[in-house]
């Protein structure tokens, strides 16, 4: 034999040495079938993967090997691998192992040729078991989370029903009693005028107190009925001058209040499309608060701004009350919650009607420090118009 067949012999066991260790040493099962499809090699990882040793697989169908859904399908990846020089598609299948038990893995099938023109089907196989049972997790927690939103949209659809309810049958009962409390304070100021000093001192304080809390009760009844009627009427879309509605809203203050003479700063406010007396009432609620909530013996000071953002206005009130607790931000935009002294008059709805004339119009309302000390109630309006929905205050 010459030096170059020596040489090219070599070189060939080498090559099939290097190959050998390739083929031992992959993480993949690997599997060498006959022209009939049976296994004539395996390497350790495929044997790991059925549990067996290499004996218990030598001459057998790759086919016998999978579950009986999976063979159908293995059978014809082997009939196209025989037809394309190409690595063929890649199918997933469930493996039969020693036990019994079954594993699903992915297999591809390629035809290859060696130097001798033999033609060799390769099999490589890889564990994809861990995936598939983290795919079924996934698909599982999806189809939870759909039944869980479903419900919760289903809840959602009843809670709204439910609330239109109680909210027309609180407007109906509202009212109802404006007529007799009207009555009653009617009567009331009637004896006061008509017993004059014939009535002892005690009396006509009792008379007075009396007045006074059917007064308290009218005012109640009034906030009810129209925080009852801010979610059951449609709102009408205007061009809204939030400039001309805070003026109004200032020139409505209470006699309370302009005699404590307020000092109001209102900087220039944008048009708005919104429903303009929900959004006066808006405004006047907010004024009256900020005059409400300032100190003793001090005149109130009330600063109305906008920050123009990307696509809302912002715009807040200010005031140099006392303030208003970390705890208590939340809290005061609810029905009948109050943050302060039982002794400051109002009936607890001024805010929470405030929120729901915002949430109406797609806007957000909350409540900062002021800058100079006091609390900023600030409130977001969309540039263009909403219908009744939630929206998101940007950072």
Same mark, same amino acid.
């Given at each position: 034999? *010459? @030096?170059?067949? =020596?040489?090219?012999?070599? /070189?060939?066991?080498?090559? !099939?040495?290097? $190959? &050998?260790?390739?083929? +031992?040493?992959?993480?993949?099962?690997?599997?060498?079938?006959?022209?009939?499809?049976?296994?004539?090699?395996?390497?350790?990882?495929?044997?790991?993967?059925?549990?067996?040793?290499?004996?218990?697989?030598?001459?057998?169908?790759?086919?016998?090997?999978?579950?009986?859904?999976?063979?159908?399908?293995?059978?014809?990846?082997?009939?196209?691998?025989?037809?394309?020089?190409?690595?063929?598609?890649?199918?997933?299948?469930?493996?039969?192992?020693?036990?019994?038990?079954?594993?699903?893995?992915?297999?591809?099938?390629?035809?290859?040729?060696?130097?001798?023109?033999?033609?060799?089907?390769?099999?490589?196989?890889?564990?994809?078991?861990?995936?598939?049972?983290? *795919? @079924?997790?996934? =698909?599982?927690?999806?189809? /939870?989370?759909?039944?869980? !939103?479903?419900? $919760? &949209?289903?809840?959602? +659809?009843?809670?709204?029903?439910?609330?239109?309810?109680?909210?027309?049958?609180?407007?109906?009962?509202?009212?109802?009693?404006?007529?007799?409390?009207?009555?009653?304070?009617?009567?009331?100021?009637?004896?006061?005028?008509?017993?004059?000093?014939?009535?002892?001192?005690?009396?006509?304080?009792?008379?007075?107190?009396?007045?006074?809390?059917?007064?308290?009760?009218?005012?109640?009844?009034?906030?009810?009925?129209?925080?009852?009627?801010?979610?059951?009427?449609?709102?009408?879309?205007?061009?809204?001058?939030?400039?001309?509605?805070?003026?109004?809203?200032?020139?409505?203050?209470?006699?309370?209040?302009?005699?404590?003479?307020?000092?109001?700063?209102?900087?220039?406010?944008?048009?708005?499309?919104?429903?303009?007396?929900?959004?006066?009432?808006?405004?006047?609620?907010?004024?009256?608060?900020?005059?409400?909530?300032?100190?003793?013996?001090?005149?109130?000071?009330?600063?109305?701004?906008?920050?123009?953002?990307?696509?809302?206005?912002?715009?807040?009130?200010?005031?140099?009350?006392?303030?208003?607790?970390?705890?208590?931000?939340?809290?005061?935009?609810?029905?009948?919650?109050?943050?302060?002294?039982?002794?400051?008059?109002?009936?607890?709805?001024?805010?929470?009607?405030?929120?729901?004339?915002?949430?109406?119009?797609?806007?957000?309302?909350?409540?900062?420090?002021?800058?100079?000390?006091?609390?900023?109630?600030?409130?977001?309006?969309?540039?263009?118009?909403?219908?009744?929905?939630?929206?998101?205050?940007?950072?």
């Amino acid at each position: 034999m *010459d @030096e170059a067949k =020596r040489t090219a012999n070599r /070189r060939r066991r080498l090559d !099939a040495s290097r $190959l &050998r260790s390739v083929f +031992v040493g992959a993480p993949n099962g690997i599997a060498l079938l006959d022209g009939e499809g049976r296994i004539v090699d395996a390497n350790p990882s495929l044997c790991a993967l059925f549990g067996c040793l290499p004996e218990a697989l030598l001459d057998v169908a790759l086919t016998g090997l999978m579950h009986p859904d999976d063979a159908e399908g293995v059978r014809e990846l082997l009939g196209a691998a025989l037809l394309r020089p190409r690595p063929a598609r890649r199918l997933e299948v469930r493996c039969v192992r020693a036990d019994g038990t079954s594993r699903w893995a992915e297999l591809s099938v390629s035809n290859i040729e060696d130097g001798d023109d033999d033609h060799w089907t390769v099999a490589q196989v890889q564990d994809i078991q861990q995936r598939r049972e983290a *795919d @079924e997790r996934l =698909r599982r927690g999806d189809e /939870r989370n759909a039944a869980l !939103a479903d419900e $919760l &949209r289903r809840h959602n +659809v009843q809670l709204r029903d439910t609330n239109l309810r109680l909210r027309r049958f609180a407007s109906l009962a509202s009212h109802d009693l404006s007529a007799p409390l009207a009555s009653i304070s009617g009567v009331l100021a009637q004896l006061q005028r008509r017993s004059g000093d014939r009535l002892e001192p005690q009396d006509r304080e009792l008379l007075a107190a009396g007045r006074e809390r059917a007064e308290s009760m009218r005012g109640l009844v009034q906030d009810i009925l129209e925080y009852a009627r801010g979610a059951t009427t449609m709102l009408q879309h205007d061009d809204v001058d939030l400039g001309a509605i805070a003026e109004q809203a200032i020139a409505a203050l209470g006699h309370d209040a302009a005699a404590r003479e307020p000092l109001v700063h209102l900087e220039e406010l944008p048009t708005v499309r919104g429903d303009r007396e929900q959004l006066l009432r808006l405004m006047r609620n907010l004024l009256e608060n900020a005059v409400k909530f300032a100190g003793p013996g001090v005149r109130p000071e009330l600063q109305i701004d906008v920050r123009r953002r990307p696509y809302h206005w912002e715009v807040g009130v200010s005031d140099n009350g006392p303030g208003v607790a970390d705890a208590d931000r939340d809290r005061i935009f609810r029905p009948l919650e109050r943050a302060h002294s039982p002794s400051v008059s109002g009936s607890g709805l001024g805010l929470a009607i405030c929120a729901e004339v915002v949430s109406r119009h797609g806007g957000e309302i909350w409540v900062e420090p002021g800058r100079a000390g006091g609390s900023r109630f600030a409130f977001t309006l969309p540039k263009e118009p909403h219908m009744d929905g939630p929206f998101e205050r940007e950072g």
